[in-house]
Each structure stands twice: as C-alpha cells, then as structure tokens.
C-alpha cells in the first residue's frame, strides 16, 4: 500500500476533535491511524506495517480480511442487511446450529447479544431468575467486560470507579500458583487450597443467598491463567453440590483460542451457561451470546424471560458468525492453532525466558500465551507495579516501544505481554513476531533489578 501521510493526518484530527476512546485520559493518548489490515499484519499512513500479535483485541481469530468471511457479509447485506429479533430468520437459526453443534454438552439454545459484556449481563440476570437468589461469585483476577454487571463481577482495577453498583457480587481468588494466594507449592495444593476457599467464601455467605459463580474457563486479560487439572471440575462440584448455576466466560478464550473450539473442552468440563463473542464472527459485525444449559431454558420455557436487544442476532452478524465457522472448520483453524502453539510458540518463549532475565513465566496453550515480566526472578516482584501508570510503567512502555520499532505490535496488561495472534497466522510470521519479541525484550531486561 502507498503511503499517504495527508489523509493520515486527516484521519488523526478528526480521531483527536472528536473520538472519545475506552478506558482512557483523553489528552493522554495518542491513537495510530490505521490504513489498512490484511491476515495477521495491519500498516499505517506512513508505510510502517506491524505484525499484530494482539488480534485487535484477542477476537480477530482468522485474521484481518479473511475473503470468504467479507464475501458472506457482502452476501447477506445484499439480501436482508437486518430483520428485527423476533422472526425466524436463516442466517441467524444456522448461526445458532452451528454455535450449539460446538458448544460443549447440551448447550443447546443460544440468546445472541451484541457483545462480551452484555452477554455476562444477560447470564447473570439468568442465573439470578432461574435461581431466586441475588448473589454472583467472581474471581479477582477476572475480566468480564465494560458494562453494569460486567464490570463489577470483573476483579481487575477498572472496577474500582465503577463499584457503586456491587450489590450482590463477591469477589473470591482463583488459583493462580506463580502468585499463590494459598501459600502452595505446587498445582495440586493450589487446586485444593483454591477449592476449600471458595467452599468457605460460599458457606459464609449462605449457599441460599448464590444465584452463581463466574469464571472464564482460562482468565484471559488478567493473565492466561490455566486452571490446574481438577479445579473447574472442583468448581462444578460446589454449583451442584450448593445448587448454584455455573457460568463459564468464553468471550476471549473461545472459538480456538486454546486450541480446542471451547476452552472448556481442555477440561472435559460443561457449565450451565456459557458466553462468547470476539471469535464467533472474528468480531468482523458486533456478535455475542449465552449457550443455555436445558434446566435453565426450561425456566423461560413458560415464562417470558425479561431481557431483549434491537439486535439480538443481527443478520450481517450471524451471517459473518455461519461463515467465520465454516472457514475454521475448512481450514483446519483450530488445530493448525493447537499445533503451532505445542511446536513452534511453547519451546520459542521457553528459550526466550531462559536468556531474558526480565522473563518471570511463560504459561499458555494454543494461540494464547503470557509472559510474566519481572524486575527480580527470586523474588517475581513484576515490573511495574499493580496498577501503575505513568512514571511507574515506563519499564512496560519501553518495552511496548521496543517491540513496535521492530514491526511488532504487542499485547501489554500491567506487568505481561501477551502472544495472541490469528489463529491462523502462518509458522514464518509467527516465527518473524517471536524473534522481534525477543528483541523487544532487551528492553525490559535493561530494569531488572
Ligand atoms: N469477557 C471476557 C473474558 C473478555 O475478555 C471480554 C473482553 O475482553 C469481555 C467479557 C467483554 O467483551 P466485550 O468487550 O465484547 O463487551
């Protein structure tokens, strides 16, 4: 593509007069104008192009672009752009088909929601009709989305401004053993100790009082958490044991991301309800939706269920979701990301954290990994600290810095970078990202303590 600075400026201006961007001080940032994005590399107006090793924000699972997928939307607007929620329409019953053919178990109904977060919404209001009861249990190291509910069942930082609507959510710590919060050793301690503390957290705040307990099934943007062998089944336990609805988050790791359709199939483990987004479409037209287990649909089998959207199951969308999963299927999507992730990123970043002294962990399966970046390995104090901005996450920004000079745009939460390309990149591109991030690690390796 042909530079064109003018229109990028143009572009950046308007961007600047009158964008209002998420989750940000408005002078304080500086977005890059983007021109154009194709497969796994998007470029600028200058003629920089990066390798995204983000997927937008982990949801462009095949890529930028991918044609059959654009082709599909072209398709379907040029038929029936749209068509209101409560007529049968075909795009959107073969999305579904399509979706509950995947979902593990007998998740068989699917309610379509524009997103991530007003997914979670439409779980937990869910579970707290089907249930009777006012309670949500979630992780402190969680990210369940931007709106009301979401928001406040999310642990991470973002909450604290919004924490006025917390009635009814209690946080609780999932394991998570390079951090232990139950001083163990090793997996099966933290699997154990993790499961006695949410028994507890359950029993002192009365098992009659918890519509449901919510977790993603690997903790996405707090980390790639990979639960230990036992804990979600442990976690299934208690909700059946204490009759409280199991709700898996799938919006980030599912639809390939771990190498498996959904992250709950690495663990043989079905929810009552599960949400997604992201790469049900490769977030190509706005999609999201809960999977709904038979007991619960049952409850809104009689009764209307009280929740609803303009467009649930947009057309464009669930076309773009049919077509997203036919190119997985026929690409072989999934376990090319299986593959790549066990041959070519596993044995890649456990070299790079052998000679990077600023690398603490390497933890990850399929297309989603995370390295730990640390300022002492002995004592895994991170980089920067909690939370930090400004000044206090300069280490974390010369890093990021490091790695775009090298044509790498890199996924950055706090103290981590995370690898979370297209599921489909090839074994050279991913192969041209790692060595640029190893390059970019020189960068944080200059503030080890
Ligand atoms: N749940 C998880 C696990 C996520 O990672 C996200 C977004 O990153 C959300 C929910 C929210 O999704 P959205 O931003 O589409 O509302």
Not at 265 to 289: E, H, I, Q, R
Request: include cysteine; proline fraction near 6%.
């Amino acid at each position: 593509p042909q530079p064109n600075p003018q229109v990028g400026a143009a572009v950046k201006a308007a961007d600047r007069a009158h964008v209002f961007h998420s989750w940000s001080a408005q002078e304080l940032i500086d977005p890059l104008a983007v021109a154009g994005a194709e497969g796994s590399y998007f470029w600028d107006y200058d003629g920089n192009r990066y390798l995204d090793f983000t997927s937008g924000l982990v949801y462009t699972n095949i890529g930028y672009q991918h044609p059959k997928v654009v082709a599909a939307i072209q398709e379907q607007a040029a038929t029936m752009t749209t068509f209101a929620p409560a007529f049968a329409v075909e795009a959107r019953s073969e999305a579904a088909r399509l979706i509950a053919e995947r979902t593990p178990g007998e998740l068989d109904k699917i309610f379509f929601t524009n997103a991530g977060a007003d997914a979670v919404e439409h779980a937990l209001r869910m579970a707290r009709l089907h249930t009777g009861r006012p309670k949500v249990l979630a992780a402190y190291r969680s990210y369940h989305g931007g709106t009301e509910q979401a928001i406040n069942v999310t642990g991470d930082p973002r909450r604290w401004a919004n924490d006025s609507a917390s009635a009814g959510v209690v946080h609780f710590w999932a394991p998570f053993l390079y951090r232990s919060r139950f001083y163990a050793e090793t997996e099966e301690q933290e699997c154990a100790r993790a499961l006695e503390h949410l028994e507890t957290t359950i029993r002192f705040e009365g098992p009659s009082t918890v519509a449901a307990i919510i977790l993603e099934t690997v903790p996405g943007t707090a980390g790639i958490m990979l639960p230990p062998a036992g804990y979600l089944a442990g976690v299934r336990g208690l909700c059946d044991k204490y009759g409280i609805v199991f709700v898996l988050d799938e919006v980030m790791a599912g639809f390939g991301r771990t190498g498996k359709w959904f992250a709950a199939d690495l663990y043989d483990v079905t929810p009552d309800l599960m949400t997604f987004a992201k790469g049900v479409n490769s977030g190509y037209v706005p999609l999201g939706g809960v999977a709904i287990s038979p007991a619960i649909a049952e409850t809104f089998a009689k009764r209307p269920y009280p929740g609803g959207l303009t467009y649930s199951g947009h057309p464009l969308a669930c076309a773009a979701a049919v077509a997203t999963i036919r190119v997985m299927e026929e690409e072989g999507i999934v376990d090319h990301a299986a593959r790549l992730g066990a041959q070519v990123v596993a044995p890649a970043l456990r070299e790079l954290a052998e000679r990077h002294p600023s690398v603490g962990e390497v933890r990850g399966v399929g297309m989603f990994w995370a390295l730990e970046l640390v300022r002492d390995r002995e004592t895994r104090e991170p980089l920067v600290p909690y939370a930090a901005a400004g000044a206090a996450n300069a280490p974390m920004a010369a890093f990021g810095a490091a790695a775009k000079a090298n044509g790498l745009w890199p996924f950055i939460n706090m103290n981590r970078t995370h690898v979370v390309p297209a599921l489909n990149i090839t074994e050279g591109e991913l192969k041209e990202g790692l060595a640029a991030l190893d390059r970019a690690l020189e960068a944080a390796d200059e503030h080890v303590a």
